[in-house]
């Protein structure tokens, strides 16, 4: 799977993720909609970010957020049109940027029209869409199930929330005592495949760039080391070389050594599972603290394990946060917010920045659930443009707002951060047009870790492109740190908190320090 094809724009992408209903209001109504992000482009595109990932726009009863989809070929009317977005995927392109569209192929939302034909007890074209047992009394064992609500006699496994009923693209390794398991060549869920083709293609033709792939590790079932799911997503590829092959795929798997395998071009690191991202930025002594007593040990160790088994190197995605995790802002302060952006936009695999953590947005604390958010409704909140009614957001009452909004009076905003030359919004900009004009930061230039020792501090990497060597170093604590290091400084790229200084083979760093470095 070495030679597929790979839109070339992905080498330097940047990517900003847009919670469409958060982002900007344009018609007044209390929510964010597909117009009001076309008005906002400029915005994205100032801050030098050159693609998009936007979270599903599609119809829905919103059960959650919109990852539970009625109608796959429709954008929400409470986001606008098929056409609005259409005219958004134009505008994009005009702006040199690209946008990505959210896939959810594992699971529909129980008011899909498949479903509810699924669910009658005679057999028609959609009784094979989902996963079924064959009787009411007998539970797809380990998938939850929706069971008692249909005429049909099964349950149907479910995928996610217990509303979100599961696609069928079969067994792995179906069980010969249970009939309803299907093979992943059965009719129905070679039906669902081709299905699924379609909705990427009706997209594709629209002019969308590529997906951001929902759960995508998770689609056949019985399938422990992915193998089943990981030839389904190469089909699929088959399917994107022959029609689409500027389409850019990036996973929500969290396992780069078999999303690669399967055709994706990227895959996002997990907050959750093995990856140790949250010993970074979300734990009880995070890593970017100056309190300084972090651990970046395990994270690095299991970074380069994937690096390694990945036949292809430098595609893991690090988020600076999104929708289903705290902000940021939420655990790093002050300039360890910085010093973490100069971490997330140095290392390899395309960064993606979610909407709002530019500013520091933070985290509404005591937020009742808003449509299946729970603990993350608090980082959903609407957009802080500037210092108008809601922020600018919307001209909508407050009290109709779709999520309340931050109601400190220092909340940031777009406005007051680009007026502010010391603002976080700057020195990411700064640190964009750092990394867009050095191949060697950019997605795919190799990374070697030089130091990265348990509960020490700094971290320290090497990043190398054909004709580029840079050091980047990383010290977030609030104490001097030092290293041993063969390498000799050359220039300096970039700085934050003075300068890192060389005697006889060891960097001294300074406290709350970020630098990137050419050497020779
Ligand atoms: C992952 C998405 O990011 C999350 O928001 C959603 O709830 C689940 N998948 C289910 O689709």
Not at 26 to 54: F, Q, R, V
Not at 150 to 169: E, I, K, M, T, W
Not at 476 to 495: G, L
Request: hydrophobic share 35%.
């Amino acid at each position: 799977m070495n030679s597929i094809s790979q839109p070339s724009w992905l080498d330097n992408a940047i990517f900003y993720e847009i919670y469409p209903q958060s982002f900007f209001d344009s018609n007044g109504d209390g929510i964010g909609d597909i117009n009001g992000i076309t008005a906002k482009l400029d915005h994205i595109m100032e801050l030098g970010c050159n693609a998009i990932w936007m979270n599903p726009c599609f119809a829905s009863p919103f059960g959650d957020a919109g990852y539970d989809i009625s109608d796959y070929y429709q954008v929400a009317p409470r986001y606008g049109t098929n056409d609005d977005i259409k005219r958004l995927f134009d505008e994009v392109h005009k702006h040199s940027m690209h946008i990505l569209l959210d896939l959810v192929p594992g699971h529909t939302s129980v008011e899909h029209e498949w479903f509810k034909r699924s669910m009658k007890a005679e057999l028609n074209e959609f009784t094979d869409r989902y996963v079924w047992t064959d009787s009411i009394w007998e539970e797809p064992q380990g998938m939850g199930c929706i069971r008692g609500i249909s005429d049909r006699d099964g349950s149907c496994a479910v995928n996610f929330f217990s509303h979100q009923p599961a696609l069928n693209y079969g067994f792995y390794a179906p069980d010969p005592d249970k009939k309803w398991q299907q093979s992943t060549d059965s009719d129905g869920a070679k039906a669902t495949l081709e299905e699924l083709k379609n909705i990427m293609r009706f997209w594709l033709k629209m002019g969308c760039d590529g997906f951001r792939v929902d759960m995508a590790g998770s689609l056949v079932k019985n399938d422990p080391d992915g193998k089943g799911t990981i030839k389904l997503w190469q089909d699929v590829r088959r399917f994107l070389d022959e029609e689409f092959p500027d389409a850019a795929m990036v996973s929500e798997w969290g396992e780069p050594d078999k999303s690669l395998q399967g055709g994706f071009h990227m895959d996002f690191l997990l907050h959750f599972g093995p990856s140790h991202y949250n010993d970074l930025f979300r734990c009880a002594e995070p890593f970017f603290s100056d309190r300084g007593k972090g651990d970046v040990s395990e994270f690095v160790r299991k970074y380069i394990e994937s690096y390694e088994r990945s036949d292809r190197k430098g595609l893991i995605c690090i988020p600076s946060g999104n929708h289903d995790m705290d902000r940021l802002a939420r655990s790093i302060h002050g300039d360890n917010l910085k010093i973490a952006f100069a971490f997330l936009l140095s290392m390899p695999g395309a960064p993606f920045i979610y909407y709002g953590d530019e500013i520091g947005m933070r985290y509404v604390e005591g937020l009742v659930s808003v449509e299946g958010g729970y603990g993350r409704t608090g980082s959903r909140s609407p957009m802080q443009w500037d210092d108008t009614k809601n922020a600018g957001f919307s001209t909508a009452a407050a009290d109709t707002l779709y999520i309340r909004q931050d109601s400190s009076i220092d909340r940031p905003t777009v406005k007051a951060q680009k007026a502010d030359p010391s603002s976080l919004y700057n020195e990411i900009k700064k640190l964009i047009s750092i990394r867009l004009t050095h191949s060697a930061l950019q997605s795919k230039g190799r990374i070697e870790f030089i130091y990265a020792q348990k509960n020490e501090y700094p971290l320290a990497y090497l990043r190398t492109a054909e004709n580029e060597k840079i050091l980047v170093i990383i010290n977030p604590a609030d104490r001097h740190t030092e290293f041993e290091c063969e390498y000799i400084i050359n220039d300096k790229v970039y700085s934050i908190g003075g300068e890192a200084n060389v005697n006889n083979g060891r960097i001294t760093v300074p406290p709350r320090f970020a630098g990137y470095y050419t050497i020779k």
